[in-house]
């Protein structure tokens, strides 16, 4: 894919952050985006933002943990800008503590978004997506799942727990839905950011009043160094554009990939030399 003239693309989480910033990066691109939040007031702002610089947007509300709610995105989108080219499931949540003292709530808040909230916008759009492929005009289709470094290599120092669980299945579940679609010619990536600027150390913010209060999430002290949501857009648009499995957002990536699988390899190797060969 080198062209996203005219194509349409629906962004998650499109309100702040990394959400806004492929939403930037879309739009310059030629594309026209449907910016979906939670929250409404966010996603006008950006909305308004691509407009006033020139570019088709339209702000629409979403709980991507309610299927119903992508359902009815869905077709909103398609009945304003028509049936989408480019889907990037972003919205995410965080919370911080200690996996033996998380309540169901906490697992239900985290799973619902980050992990049901992207199968729930594959459901939803998969019909839409299939259309360019059925209709071979050429159209481009790809799917972009946000993840994470904590999906691949967690820090597990840290009370992440939850949210590395979460991110994993997503990095799992895009892996797998890039064999089962690629025969359709539908390209999937999972973005895996590390430290990112975005409020997502904010998420408590978002959480349902009925799962009770969550645990706030302390910003990283490196923070102020973090790359921030633009310019993660404009690796994620390359990252569509190449149809890569994997988006990677920092140099930190290859060292904490390579010391948790030289640690999987330690004893997969201390296997095989203290036990019979694998039958």
């Known amino acids: 894919m080198d062209n996203l003239t005219n194509r349409i693309a629906v962004v998650t989480g499109a309100g702040d952050g990394i ?3 492929i939403a930037l990066a879309l739009a310059e691109a030629g594309a ?3 910016i979906a939040d939670i929250d409404t007031d966010a996603a006008t702002r950006v909305a308004t933002e691509l407009t006033t610089a020139g570019h088709t947007a339209s702000p629409f509300h979403v709980d991507v943990a309610n299927p119903d709610s992508l359902t009815a995105l869905a077709e909103q989108v398609q009945a304003s800008l028509g049936p989408v ?4 499931n972003n919205a995410g949540v965080m919370l911080s503590g200690p996996l033996a003292e998380a309540s169901p709530a906490d ?3 985290l799973l619902s978004v980050n992990l049901l909230g992207v199968i729930n916008g594959v459901q939803a759009f998969l019909p839409q997506l299939r259309s360019h492929t059925a ?3 050429g159209s481009a ?3 972009v799942n946000t993840g994470s470094m904590a999906g691949l290599a967690p820090r597990t120092r840290f009370d992440f727990g939850i949210y590395s669980a979460t991110k994993a299945a997503v990095v799992s579940y895009s892996e797998n839905l890039r064999t089962e679609l690629a ?3 539908i390209g999937v990536s999972v973005l895996c950011p590390s430290i990112v600027s975005t409020r997502i150390w904010d998420a ?3 959480r349902p009043a009925e799962l009770g209060p969550g645990s706030p999430v302390p910003r990283p002290d490196r923070i102020e160094d973090a790359v921030d949501g633009p310019a993660v857009g404009y690796l994620v648009r390359n990252g569509i554009f190449q149809d890569r499995p994997y988006i990677f957002t920092s140099e930190d990536a290859r060292p904490r990939i390579q010391t948790r699988h030289d640690t999987i390899l330690t004893d997969v190797t201390l296997h095989e030399s203290e036990n019979p060969p694998f039958r």
Request: hydrophobic share 30%.
């Open 141 to 143: 289709v790809h799917i």
């Open 135 to 137: 209709s071979s005009d």
């Open 107 to 109: 697992w239900q808040w």
């Open 204 to 206: 408590d913010r978002n």
């Open 19 to 21: 959400g806004r910033g």
């Open 85 to 88: 080219h480019i889907l990037c």
């Open 32 to 34: 026209h985006i449907a």
């Open 183 to 185: 025969p359709e010619s």
